[in-house]
C-alpha cells in the first residue's frame, strides 16, 4: 500500500534556487494538503487542493506555488529559495466525504544554505 | 481565526503512570483529530472526535471533547515505553473547507 508518496526525500539547495516537490497518492482521494513543520509550531498548511482543478491558500503561502496536475498528483514549488524555507515538507491527502482523517506522506528534510 | 493550543509541550514520565495532554482551541469546531509522530517519521492517526462529548479509546490512550469548553483531552493509562512520540491535535475549521490548524505538539518521553 504506497498510500501518499513524496519525492525526494531529502533535497539541499543554495538561497536563490528553484525546485519543485512531488506528492502522488493511490487512494483515489479528492483533497490534497501542503505543510511545513518546524519545530515547536507544529504543522503549517501552505496551500491545498479541496478537488483536481482547484487549489487555495493556506497559512503560510507566500514564497510558494502549487499546480494540482491531475486527481493523484500535488506538487509545491519554490520559485526563489530562501534560508526561512529551511523545513520538513508533508503531503497529505483526504477522501471527499468529511470527517475522515488526513493522511501523510513520509516528508522531505529541505535544507536551504 | 482558529488556534490551537496543547499543553504540555513536552512531557517527561514513568513507566505506568497516567497522565493528560490537552488541546484548547479559539472557537466553534465539533471536528478534531489526534495524530501521532515517532521521530523522522510521518503522521499517523489516532482519533477522530465529531461531537461534543465524543470519547474514543485505542488501547493505553483514551481522547474526549467538549465543544462547549473547546477541550479536547488525550489521556495516556499506565503508560508504556513504547507511547514515546509527539502527539498533535488538529481542529477542523468550519470556515475553510477541510482546513485543518495544527497544535504545537506534545513531546512524550516514558522512561523505564
Known amino acids: 500500500n504506497a498510500g501518499v508518496t513524496q519525492t525526494p526525500k531529502f533535497q539541499v539547495l543554495k538561497t536563490g534556487q528553484s525546485m519543485t516537490l512531488q506528492c502522488a497518492q493511490d487512494m483515489n482521494h479528492n483533497s490534497m494538503y501542503w505543510y511545513r513543520q518546524d519545530p515547536g509550531m507544529g504543522l503549517r498548511l501552505i496551500y491545498y487542493s479541496a478537488s483536481e482543478g482547484t487549489t487555495d491558500k493556506g497559512e503560510v503561502p507566500n514564497g510558494y506555488n502549487v499546480s494540482r496536475l491531475n486527481k493523484r498528483e500535488f506538487s509545491l514549488r519554490l520559485e526563489s529559495a530562501a534560508p526561512s524555507q529551511t523545513s520538513v515538507y508533508f503531503c497529505?491527502?483526504?477522501?471527499?466525504?468529511?470527517?475522515?482523517?488526513?493522511?501523510f506522506g513520509d516528508g522531505t528534510r529541505l535544507s536551504i544554505l | 481565526e482558529l488556534k490551537v493550543e496543547q499543553n504540555p509541550l513536552f512531557l517527561s514520565m514513568q513507566e505506568g503512570k497516567n497522565y493528560t495532554i490537552y488541546c484548547n482551541y479559539s472557537t466553534t469546531s465539533d471536528r478534531l483529530y489526534w495524530y501521532r509522530q515517532d521521530p523522522g517519521k510521518s503522521l499517523e492517526s489516532l482519533f477522530v472526535l465529531l461531537s461534543n462529548g465524543a470519547v474514543k479509546q485505542e488501547g493505553r490512550l483514551m481522547a474526549s471533547l467538549d465543544t462547549k469548553a473547546r477541550l479536547s483531552t488525550l489521556h495516556i493509562t499506565a503508560a508504556v515505553h513504547d507511547l514515546s512520540a509527539t502527539y498533535f491535535c488538529a481542529v477542523e475549521s468550519r470556515e475553510g473547507a477541510q482546513k485543518l490548524v495544527f497544535g504545537q505538539g506534545t513531546r512524550l518521553t516514558i522512561n523505564p
Open positions: 497529505a491527502s483526504r477522501p471527499g466525504t468529511v470527517f475522515r482523517p488526513q493522511h
